[in-house]
């Protein structure tokens, strides 16, 4: 029988934590859930680590490293659920997660996402978030395209918003969940529960925000790629093309300090240039 929500957690090199984050799982009071874990090829004790659940998840492993993209949408593509939710393998779920979620889509049938709030785990200690990454709801695209408001492991989706919008963007290393939801918001009004079940981890040296420096370049293409895709409607055009120019300038700027030249009159010039050729149409 399928399961009402199919859950997705990817995974490379966690082999303790993804533990974790599969355990939280199956403590869940709301139990009609299906679990697939993809593991995007890892090189450490992994696969041996959750043997104990193979009567509880569906286990599917990359044969090369594609990023958490891939691993997204492989789950995604796999699942049967009505509902999608995400869990990165370094965090994990309180028990009431799921059902206070389905009891928030069930009075709210018109909604297609809904997050929740967390508590912030960062280098083994809890900590406050900052004022700017504090969580609205509703309609929160404009917001949401100065910094990411959305989290992956806070997150449900009805699973037919992805015929819509499409997919995680795999050609993007980081920030693909910001293109995500940008390609949701400018389209639906996304709700908060205001529970924090959800634990996030960070400060680990794996978390792809460390990884990579100037984030703001990914960001900037995916707002390059709604302004170009005509989604957006004349307000949530004027928003996006504002937060282009503020990007463009600070991350152009900060290349050329950096001896970075040509990156960085690429950038300042690209809000010009994109506004010629979007006029030339």
Not at 49 to 65: G, K, P
Request: hydrophobic share 40%; net charge neutral; glycine share 6%.
């Amino acid at each position: 029988m399928m399961a009402i929500i199919s859950v997705i957690i990817p995974t490379f090199n966690r082999a303790d934590k993804v533990v974790r984050a599969i355990s939280s799982v199956l403590d869940q009071t709301f139990t009609d859930f299906e679990i697939i874990v993809v593991d995007d090829a890892s090189t450490d004790r992994t696969k041996d680590a959750v043997v104990r659940f193979n009567d509880c998840i569906t286990y599917i492993e990359h044969s090369l490293n594609l990023g958490v993209s891939a691993a997204r949408n492989t789950g995604i593509r796999k699942s049967t659920g009505e509902f999608i939710a995400f869990l990165d393998s370094d965090d994990w779920w309180l028990p009431e997660k799921l059902q206070i979620q389905m009891g928030f889509f069930d009075s709210h049938p018109w909604v297609v996402a809904l997050q929740t709030e967390e508590i912030w785990i960062r280098n083994g200690r809890r900590v406050n978030p900052k004022v700017k990454h504090l969580k609205p709801s509703g309609d929160i695209f404009e917001p949401s395209l100065k910094l990411c408001l959305i989290s992956p492991s806070a997150v449900m989706i009805k699973r037919g918003l992805f015929d819509e919008v499409g997919l995680f963007d795999e050609s993007l290393p980081a920030c693909e969940d910001y293109d995500l939801w940008l390609r949701i918001l400018c389209r639906y009004p996304v709700y908060l529960v205001r529970e924090q079940l959800v634990i996030k981890e960070g400060g680990s040296p794996d978390q792809l925000s460390l990884q990579y420096m100037g984030m703001d370049r990914f960001r900037i293409q995916s707002i390059v790629k709604l302004l170009k895709g005509g989604m957006l409607n004349h307000k949530q055009a004027q928003a996006a093309f504002e937060v282009l120019l503020f990007k463009c300038r600070i991350y152009g700027n900060g290349c050329i300090k950096r001896g970075k030249s040509q990156e960085g009159r690429y950038f300042l010039g690209l809000p010009e240039k994109l506004k010629n050729e979007l006029s030339d149409k």
